[in-house]
């Protein structure tokens, strides 16, 4: 039985697929056409990060992610990695200057 064209998994850098690490899906996902927007790749990204999947998380960052984005409960991506004991990608975080919340938000003012 077919089930027709599967857009939604195929069009953008799934966060399930970089979550688990699965670089050939994010791959395609981010040379699809229409290309992802900056709010999927970053989600991407913050799923990369949560995984401990430093090298999804590198080819997300080459693709435009925000290092400090602000996802779910108020967490950057050096925040979630932590909180996840995501040893290996807090490293490769911390590395690049990654920020947590209460970082960005000294930095900001806030």
Not at 9 to 22: E, F, I, K, S, V
Not at 31 to 54: L, N, T, V
Not at 60 to 88: F, M, Q, S, Y
Not at 89 to 100: D, F, N, Q, Y
């Amino acid at each position: 039985m077919a089930r027709g064209p599967q857009t939604a998994r195929t069009r953008r850098p799934p966060q399930d697929a970089a979550t688990l690490g699965l670089l050939d899906l994010v791959e395609a996902g981010l040379a699809a056409r229409p290309a992802p927007s900056p709010d999927e790749i970053d989600a991407a990204f913050w799923g990369a990060c949560q995984g401990d999947r430093p090298d999804v998380a590198a080819r997300l960052l080459d693709a435009g992610a925000d290092i400090d984005r602000i996802g779910w409960d108020g967490l950057t991506p050096l925040d979630v990695a932590r909180a996840e004991n995501a040893g290996a990608t807090t490293a490769w975080l911390l590395a690049r200057g990654a920020r947590t919340a209460a970082q960005r938000a000294a930095a900001e003012g806030a």
